[in-house]
């Protein structure tokens, strides 16, 4: 058990939201903002620069008596971008910026292609996570609670409800068990680091969310207890979510700090699109309560932040910044070792290759190594590996790729260049773009299987 002087050094949990396409991510976000300013009687909760942060306090009291025990983690920060995309672009050092991921899945629909994709993601990333088995509402016969406080009325439903929530549980523990996981209803789960619990929930009433942030910091306390002791009174470390030009601003950086102080004034390295940028920050911005017209006063200044947190931060010549980037505070006799650094984690990222393959072009080095991932467990090497569009010069090295089934750029989240995009009329080089990485391999293999077929 921690002592009271560790429990002041445990930072909050970074948690990300994660799951298929409408089954309920955003809506859970909202969710768990609304719920919050609601209950007033639950305080407050804090809104970052792309984060939300709901207190212990709150969870406390939105739980009642669902929670016991002593808890040592502050709160939950939430990232305010949900899916899969914003996890892999999110990097902190050797690893995921997220500490832990909720799961959404349609309880109606069950897993669909980006659950596991999403699964997959955290396997590779070893994220702790919990499913929120959502849309119970939808369930025929499911009735409400009426006026809160939202925490499961599971018992209290009839039992045909109940048999159907418990049949559909079951199915998303077989799918779990498929991938690896050991899963079960959260009520039944002794213990989170060796279980995955599925906590029924509905992000359209509010019901389960009381139940999830609770299974939330059970999990964080176990897995993170270690990771996040003595990580707060340190230089500031964080990742950039957001490279913005700000009316009456000019261009800002959207920061998650995960480690860490960062104060106004202090120098910085950050990751730049050609070599790391260094500057002093001029001011520390967060957003305001009460949001006015004028630009200005759309934010708070602040003179300091503790992590976990996220910023807006003002300094000279960001418009360089790269997101999914680091960002360090050096002291002036650690500026060049932090550089150094810098470079060295960016590097550190590049992605190793098989030697016959295709080519493969991403938008941050994050999905970038998903989408690897994703490829070799299909069985389709990769030779080439870059971030950024798609230009001519790599369509004039693909063409350097043998084996007429290599001869191809699959591009994630990226543009088609117009001189590639000229170039490829006279080359026989074939491009695949797409957003969905199952959907850029199915559209692959299909047009492998084509090829296959005329051949024979
Ligand atoms: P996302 O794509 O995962 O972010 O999904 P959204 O949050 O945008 O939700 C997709 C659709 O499902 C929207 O029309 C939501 O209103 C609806 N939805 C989300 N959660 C629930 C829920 O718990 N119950 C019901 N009935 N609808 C929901």
Same mark, same amino acid.
């Given at each position: 058990?921690?002592?009271?002087?560790?429990?002041?050094?445990?930072?909050?949990?970074?948690?990300?939201?994660?799951?298929?396409?409408?089954?309920?991510?955003? &809506?859970?976000?909202?969710?768990?903002?609304?719920?919050?300013?609601?209950?007033?009687?639950?305080?407050?909760?804090?809104?970052?620069?792309?984060?939300?942060?709901?207190?212990?306090?709150?969870?406390?009291?939105?739980?009642?008596?669902?929670? $016991?025990?002593?808890?040592?983690?502050?709160?939950?920060?939430?990232?305010?971008?949900?899916?899969?995309?914003?996890?892999?672009?999110?990097? #902190?050092?050797?690893?995921?910026?997220?500490?832990?991921?909720? *799961?959404?899945?349609?309880?109606?629909?069950?897993? =669909?292609?980006?659950?596991?994709?999403?699964?997959? !993601?955290?396997?590779?990333?070893?994220?702790?996570?919990?499913?929120? /088995?959502?849309?119970?509402?939808?369930?025929?016969?499911?009735?409400?609670?009426?006026?809160?406080?939202?925490?499961? $009325?599971?018992?209290?439903?009839?039992?045909?409800?109940?048999? /159907?929530?418990?049949?559909?549980?079951?199915?998303?523990?077989?799918? *779990?068990?498929?991938?690896?996981? $050991?899963?079960?209803?959260?009520?039944?789960?002794? +213990?989170?680091?060796?279980?995955?619990?599925?906590?029924? !929930? $509905?992000?359209?009433?509010?019901?389960?969310?009381?139940?999830? %942030?609770?299974?939330?910091?059970?999990?964080?306390?176990?897995?993170?207890?270690?990771?996040?002791?003595?990580?707060?009174?340190?230089?500031?470390?964080?990742?950039?979510?957001? @490279?913005?030009?700000?009316?009456?601003?000019?261009?800002?950086?959207?920061?998650?700090?995960?480690?860490?102080?960062?104060? @106004?004034? +202090?120098?910085?390295?950050?990751?730049?699109?050609?070599?790391?940028?260094?500057?002093? !920050?001029?001011?520390? %911005?967060?957003?305001?309560?009460?949001?006015?017209?004028?630009?200005?006063?759309?934010?708070?200044?602040?003179?300091?932040?503790?992590?976990?947190?996220?910023?807006?931060? %003002?300094?000279?010549?960001?418009?360089?910044?790269?997101?999914? &980037?680091?960002?360090?505070?050096?002291?002036?006799?650690?500026?060049?070792?932090?550089?150094? +650094?810098?470079?060295?984690?960016?590097?550190?990222?590049?992605?190793?290759?098989?030697?016959?393959?295709?080519?493969?072009?991403? +938008?941050?080095?994050? &999905?970038?190594?998903?989408?690897?991932?994703? %490829?070799?467990?299909?069985?389709?090497?990769?030779?080439?590996?870059?971030?950024?569009?798609?230009?001519?010069?790599?369509?004039?090295?693909?063409?350097?790729?043998?084996? #007429?089934?290599?001869?191809?750029?699959?591009?994630?989240?990226? =543009?088609?260049?117009?001189?590639?995009?000229?170039?490829?009329?006279?080359?026989?080089?074939?491009?695949?773009?797409?957003?969905?990485?199952?959907?850029?391999?199915?559209?692959?293999?299909?047009? =492998?299987?084509? =090829?296959?077929? *005329? /051949?024979?």
């Amino acid at each position: 058990m921690a002592t009271a002087t560790e429990t002041k050094n445990l930072r909050t949990p970074i948690v990300c939201v994660m799951g298929h396409v409408d089954h309920g991510k955003t &809506s859970l976000l909202d969710k768990i903002r609304g719920t919050a300013v609601v209950n007033k009687e639950a305080g407050a909760i804090t809104q970052h620069i792309g984060a939300t942060e709901v207190p212990l306090s709150t969870i406390r009291s939105l739980c009642g008596n669902l929670m $016991s025990g002593t808890v040592v983690i502050p709160g939950l920060l939430f990232i305010d971008t949900p899916g899969h995309h914003a996890f892999t672009t999110l990097r #902190s050092r050797g690893g995921a910026l997220a500490d832990l991921a909720v *799961l959404v899945v349609d309880i109606t629909e069950g897993f =669909q292609p980006q659950t596991i994709e999403a699964i997959k !993601i955290l396997k590779q990333f070893k994220t702790p996570f919990v499913v929120a /088995a959502n849309k119970i509402d939808r369930i025929q016969g499911w009735t409400p609670t009426k006026n809160g406080p939202f925490i499961l $009325s599971y018992n209290k439903q009839p039992d045909y409800v109940k048999t /159907a929530i418990e049949t559909r549980t079951y199915e998303l523990v077989g799918k *779990l068990s498929d991938l690896g996981f $050991s899963s079960d209803r959260y009520d039944r789960v002794r +213990d989170f680091t060796r279980n995955v619990g599925i906590v029924p !929930i $509905s992000a359209k009433t509010g019901e389960g969310i009381p139940d999830l %942030l609770m299974v939330l910091i059970g999990l964080a306390q176990r897995f993170l207890e270690e990771n996040l002791r003595m990580t707060v009174t340190g230089p500031g470390v964080g990742t950039v979510l957001e @490279v913005k030009e700000e009316r009456g601003l000019g261009f800002t950086i959207d920061t998650i700090l995960y480690d860490g102080v960062i104060k @106004v004034g +202090d120098t910085v390295v950050i990751g730049g699109k050609d070599k790391p940028i260094v500057t002093k !920050i001029r001011a520390l %911005l967060k957003p305001a309560p009460n949001r006015e017209i004028r630009v200005e006063e759309r934010f708070d200044r602040v003179p300091k932040l503790t992590a976990a947190a996220g910023v807006k931060i %003002l300094a000279p010549g960001l418009e360089n910044a790269v997101a999914g &980037s680091p960002l360090r505070v050096a002291k002036e006799d650690s500026v060049e070792a932090i550089i150094k +650094d810098v470079e060295g984690e960016l590097e550190k990222a590049r992605i190793v290759t098989d030697e016959t393959g295709i080519m493969v072009k991403a +938008d941050t080095l994050g &999905s970038l190594e998903a989408i690897i991932n994703e %490829l070799r467990d299909s069985g389709i090497k990769v030779a080439m590996a870059e971030v950024g569009d798609i230009a001519r010069k790599d369509v004039v090295n693909a063409e350097t790729l043998p084996g #007429s089934l290599n001869r191809v750029i699959l591009g994630f989240n990226v =543009q088609t260049l117009v001189d590639a995009k000229d170039y490829l009329q006279t080359s026989d080089i074939k491009t695949f773009n797409n957003n969905i990485i199952y959907k850029l391999i199915e559209d692959y293999e299909k047009w =492998q299987k084509e =090829q296959k077929d *005329l /051949a024979e």
